[in-house]
């Protein structure tokens, strides 16, 4: 029993006391003497409020919040979800990981055998080839559908639904500071069709007015960001709430971007910071080098006014009726799991929301959203995620920061226990034996002579080359107890440079090659941050330079360019090739 403290049930608060019983809330009531006492544990919160648990609809779980240019190998995938847990959010929405990862996290989370939020999760994004995120030269993996026409639409549902997504999401950009491929009008209304006829809701990535113009055109109503590339018309407002519409404007993003862009993200010399977020990513953050792309005058003029248009079309959008739900897009630079749906709060009371508004939009508005009328709430019949905050949120939203009780499901959560450098375990029931090619979230789950692959499947152990199958490759993972793990290659050719999405192949040693990254780099020109060159030409790690491949052979490329030669690495790779010396 929670008593004494002012309780905000989703939509309205008041003095009242809150009666738990299992995982369900039992009661609520204004006059405690009508409060059906049942032994348990009363616990005296005056001066505090008590709300439902916080739930963020715009999650990267697998993007670890540091500079664009940062990667450091880790899952992060547990440290994610501590965070959140500690900072009061019991649900969230992932829009947007590794398919295989994140329908994986989210069993185990279902089935209890993890501690962590109620998960949702939309798996991949359905964007047109060489679409955001998916960029020109990237593999897509699991992350990226590509969808260039209607026809595309059936195949990838086919790929898509048996993994039962609670969204699907669409990308709608244009490009905000390049233009870049989109889904067309067509397109989109197929994906509307096939998402109505499986029963499953759609969320667009807007970023401009046209964007929600095609949405809206198409029957789709959600949209997972305020667009901040032009400005909504107050006609275009009304037309949204006429239709229902739900915006989720994560603020968060560009609020962090514009702090990293001019130095001020304060938070980072706080050393509580660490509770909640890895000291790498800390660290990055602070590196000159690596967020030198966030410091350009050029960069500080995009983000500054992506971030005045987000709020006036925020405020546009609200004026007119638009339900306002709340995500962070945590996972992005300095938007920190958890953290930052606190700040997204806050900074929707700075634009003008009323603060009992806000507070709906990450509870209440949030669950609806969901679909998930348990959550959000506190009321009879309600879920038991419920979080208790020091002071009163409706006068100050920064009072969200100071949580001070949060319980999952009706258990009361040991908040100091998952600050990160306690190093507690968020499994319930550990995972071991996994068979090759299962999905692994940590090294320990695989089974004898295997180990955790970079790309979270079960592979062989390795030390080198010539421990692996011919057509596969070790992979060295210094963080790994294993040493290393067989990463098969994907057979793609060195000459016909045949990935899809403009991406590079390149050749793994042992037989093996593989589409990675496409740079910009060929000719002795350096390697790019993530050792990737132009198709058709392979990072040399020793001297960080792109060499062009050539045939030794002579029979399936022309002759180096310049005068140089074709220097043999058939025995490094594993097959015939050379590069141009």
């Not at 994610?80 to 829009?95: F, I, N, P």
């Not at 699907?168 to 006829?197: F, M, N, T, Y």
């Not at 440079?497 to 000719?523: P, R």
């Not at 062009?548 to 030669?565: F, H, I, T, V």
């Amino acid at each position: 029993m929670l008593k004494g403290g002012t309780v905000f049930d989703g939509a309205r608060a008041a003095r009242a006391t809150v009666v738990i019983e299992g995982d369900r809330v039992k009661q609520v009531v204004l006059d405690e003497r009508d409060v059906e006492i049942v032994g348990g544990e009363i616990v005296d919160v005056a001066g505090k409020t008590v709300l439902p648990g916080l739930i963020d609809l715009h999650v990267h779980s697998l993007s670890a919040a540091g500079p664009y240019a940062y990667h450091d190998g880790d899952l992060h995938l547990e440290d994610h979800t501590k965070a959140m847990l500690r900072s009061g959010v019991t649900s969230y929405l992932d829009l947007g990981s590794l398919q295989h990862v994140i329908f994986e996290q989210r069993a185990r989370a279902r089935a209890g055998e993890v501690l962590a939020p109620q998960l949702f999760a939309a798996g991949p994004l359905l964007t047109a080839t060489g679409g955001h995120p998916c960029y020109h030269g990237s593999p897509p993996g699991d992350f990226c559908l590509f969808i260039d026409s209607p026809a595309d639409v059936a195949g990838a549902f086919e790929a898509l639904l048996p993994s039962a997504p609670d969204v699907i999401k669409i990308v709608l950009e244009s490009g905000g500071s390049r233009p870049l491929p989109r889904l067309s009008p067509d397109a989109v209304a197929a994906i509307a069709q096939a998402a109505g006829a499986a029963g499953v809701r759609v969320i667009a990535h807007a970023t401009s007015a046209v964007d929600v113009e095609v949405a809206l055109d198409a029957g789709v109503t959600r949209f997972a960001h305020i667009p901040d590339q032009d400005r909504i018309s107050p006609e275009l407002a009304r037309r949204m709430a006429a239709a229902g519409a739900v915006v989720i404007p994560t603020l968060a993003l560009t609020d962090g971007l514009h702090r990293a862009a001019h130095g001020a993200l304060t938070e980072l010399d706080d050393p509580a910071l660490g509770d909640d977020v890895p000291a790498g990513v800390i660290a990055a953050l602070r590196d000159p080098s690596l967020i030198a792309e966030l410091r350009t005058a050029r960069y500080k003029e995009l983000v500054a006014g992506w971030r005045a248009r987000g709020v006036e079309n925020l405020m546009t959008c609200y004026r007119a009726g638009v339900t306002i739900a709340a995500g962070s897009d945590a996972g992005n630079p300095a938007v920190f799991h958890g953290l930052a749906l606190r700040r997204e709060v806050a900074l929707l009371v700075e634009a003008g929301m009323p603060p009992i508004d806000a507070l709906a939009a990450a509870t209440r508005a949030a669950a609806d959203v969901l679909g998930r009328p348990d959550l959000g709430r506190i009321e009879e019949g309600a879920l038991a995620d419920v979080i208790v905050v020091d002071g009163d949120p409706l006068a100050d939203a920064r009072a969200l920061e100071r949580v001070s009780r949060v319980y999952k499901s009706g258990v009361l959560l040991d908040r100091d226990a998952l600050a990160l450098p306690r190093g507690t375990s968020l499994s319930r029931q550990p995972r071991t034996g996994a068979g090759r090619g299962d999905t692994c979230l940590g090294a320990p789950e695989c089974g004898g002579a295997l180990s955790c692959s970079p790309d979270q499947r079960c592979a062989a152990t390795c030390d080198r080359l010539s421990a692996c199958a011919p057509g596969s490759a070790c992979v060295l993972d210094g963080g790994s107890p294993t040493g290393g793990s067989c990463v098969e290659g994907d057979g793609c050719d060195l000459f016909a440079q045949d990935c899809e999405n403009g991406a590079a192949c390149v050749f793994l040693g042992n037989g093996a090659t593989s589409c990675w990254y496409a740079g910009a780099g060929s000719g002795g020109q350096p390697c790019d941050a993530l050792f990737a060159c132009a198709p058709g030409s392979q990072c040399d790690e020793a001297s960080s330079a792109c060499k062009d491949l050539c045939d030794p052979r002579g029979g399936r490329a022309g002759a180096c360019p310049g005068g140089r030669k074709c220097v043999d690495r058939s025995a490094m790779a594993g097959l015939p090739v050379g590069v141009c010396e």
